[in-house]
């Protein structure tokens, strides 16, 4: 089975957005810079490392990132059949399933982050990695240490923890005395998902509760409990609980291993999400697709992959492809493009209301998937190609 995982803070680089201009999902960061009313646009382009070190704008510049990869990947035709992210990335992971509508999910981690940066501007906070600890050790280690918590259990062997800079040096110190090989402190801001993060409860569950959540398209792994979800009603609870509550990522990791997903494909900035996976689950299939080079990678993977197991999750072989539908409305065919047609990248196959179709790619028609005068919803399949 195939699952998708996404990324959280952290994984964000200045101009991680360029690789995406010229892809049609690049709309979707129109659709975001309007939903959260800024230029999202200079976050992913123009904003330097410093700057998007700011948890206010990494956030919304991650999840945006992930969800351009996503949506590209979708016009492909793959289809995940579990969800699961890291931190932020659970928030990529709802929308990407179909809990959170695109906008408010744009809208509600904006908010996220607009309150986390105030909560850390309160309250001076640090996050460390120890390498080399079993969990347990590590909780030990930091039970009797003032302001250091276990904030996340990323791999066997790799618990970070944060807290105040005194805390963190001090549960750093008990982390080395109970063993631990390494004590590597990271660059971040605040001391995320601890206590600390308290301030900024109230504002995100207001958030919370102004948002509409809907049943996934497939289980959404969630941080707090690394369990399976499948339907909309835990989610505003899993949110709240998340804020200042431990990702256990490690425990989700196994716990997808366990529920039979043999393919864990990371869309988004970073490949960090790949490499906890080889550390967790080192017979998985590990892929990541940060760039539009790695859409022909992954489906030159999924298309030679062993045929004699059914897989869980569509996809398409490697020299197929899908156009689907720029926005939602009713769908016309151009009159001379018809099956066997020759398709060039850029060319019009038809209109969705006053929207143009028009292929991604290069390749001959094989046939139309909609119907002519067929209302249709945006980035539904509309024709499929044979690339050539």
């Known amino acids: 089975m195939i699952a998708f995982l996404y990324p959280g803070q952290g994984s964000q680089h200045a101009g991680m957005g360029a690789p995406w201009r010229q892809h049609a999902s690049w709309e979707l960061v129109v659709e975001a810079s309007d939903a959260a009313n800024r230029d999202i646009a200079h976050l992913l382009l123009e904003a330097s490392d410093d700057d998007l070190k700011q948890t206010r704008n990494s956030q919304l510049a991650t999840f945006v990132t992930s969800m351009v ?36 999910a744009v809208r509600l981690v904006a908010e996220r982050g607009n309150a986390m940066q105030a909560a850390a501007d309160e309250h001076d906070g640090t996050m460390a990695a120890i390498i080399g600890l079993d969990d347990d050790l590590v909780e030990a280690a930091v039970e009797s240490v003032d302001n250091c918590w276990v904030a996340n259990y990323n791999t066997p062997g790799q618990v970070v923890i944060a807290g105040s800079p005194a805390g963190v040096e001090a ?15 990271l660059a971040v801001g605040g001391a995320f998902h601890t206590p600390q993060m308290g301030p900024a409860q109230e504002r995100l569950d207001k958030a919370i509760a102004q948002t509409d959540f809907r049943a996934p398209d497939h289980p959404v792994f969630a941080n707090v409990d690394a369990a399976p979800h499948t339907t909309a009603a835990p989610w505003p609870q899993l949110l709240h609980d998340q804020l200042s509550g431990s990702v256990r990522w490690r425990q989700t990791l196994t716990a997808m291993d366990d529920a039979g997903y043999t393919t864990f494909v990371e869309i988004g900035p970073g490949t960090a999400l790949s490499g906890m996976v080889k550390r967790t689950i080192r017979t998985a299939g590990r892929l990541s697709v940060t760039s539009p080079s790695g859409l022909d990678e992954l489906l030159e993977t999924l298309g030679g992959r062993d045929t004699s197991q059914e897989a869980e999750g569509e996809f398409l072989y490697v020299t197929e492809r899908l156009i689907v539908s720029p926005t939602t409305g009713v769908f016309v065919p151009d009159t001379d493009t018809v099956a066997g047609s020759t398709v060039s990248t850029g060319s019009r196959i038809g209109t969705v209301g006053d929207d143009d179709v028009r292929s991604a790619f290069a390749g001959q028609l094989v046939e139309f998937l909609a119907l002519p005068g067929e209302r249709v919803q945006l980035a539904q399949p509309i024709a499929w190609l044979r690339s050539q």
Not at 171 to 185: D, S
């Open 69 to 104: 990869a996503f949506d590209a990947v979708s016009r492909l035709g793959i289809e995940a059949s579990g969800h699961a992210g890291h931190s932020l990335g659970e928030y990529t992971a709802l929308a990407a399933s179909g809990v959170l509508d695109f906008a408010d």
């Open 171 to 185: 549960g750093g110190l008990a982390c080395k005395e109970a063993g631990a090989k390494r004590v590597m402190p």
